[in-house]
């Protein structure tokens, strides 16, 4: 619409011979202009999940630790369930949930279990669930699961490494762990 408008004031302007004067842009428009019209206003929530799609494959890195996925022992956190990092549970596609016997108003920030490929987490005082699949899937993986490892839980992306293996990789690509449970640190 807005380049259909200025080809209209061009001919006009042209067949009057006059100069034809620019449309206001962002820079130039007059202080009266509304700020979201100039700039949308930032968002508070958290960035999309973009999963690496070049993953690394182990090679001769050793093992940090086992991890399960889909989880071992409880599927709802409680006060024993480990705590995954902050960035863990600020997740764009995490939703409100409500799960019996789980009352997060009782329980400490970030603890988690994972459900095969859910992790239900506490977070402010209330319970939350990200589909870790569906959230690898839309941040570029092939599939994606809930990991359960000695040290961490967390939602990872997965896919094929330069070597055919299949690997899986959290979003900062600081742990990795291959279809055997064997994780290792890709960076270190």
Do not use: H
């Not at 006060?79 to 409500?98: G, L, N, V």
């Amino acid at each position: 619409m807005r380049v259909a408008s200025s080809l209209v004031l061009l001919v006009i302007t042209a067949a009057c011979g006059a100069q034809p004067t620019p449309l206001p842009t962002a820079s130039t428009a007059s202080s009266t202009a509304t700020p979201s019209i100039i700039a949308p206003p930032a968002s508070s929530a958290p960035p999309p999940a973009t999963y690496s799609t070049s993953l690394p494959s182990r090679g001769s890195r050793p093992v940090t630790q086992r991890a399960v996925r889909g989880g071992a022992g409880d599927t709802r956190p409680n006060a024993k369930s480990m705590r995954a990092s902050e960035a863990s549970t600020d997740r764009q596609m995490r939703k409100p949930s409500k799960v019996d016997m789980v009352d997060c108003s009782k329980l400490p920030d970030n603890v988690a279990e994972c459900d095969a490929d859910k992790l239900y987490f506490c977070d402010d005082k209330e319970l939350f669930v990200v589909d870790c699949n569906a959230e690898a899937k839309f941040g570029g993986a092939s599939s994606g699961g809930c990991f359960e490892g000695e040290k961490f839980i967390d939602c990872l992306g997965c896919g094929r490494a330069a070597d055919g293996t299949n690997v899986c990789c959290d979003l900062a690509t600081s742990v990795c762990c291959d279809d055997a449970g064997d994780c290792w640190a890709p960076k270190g």
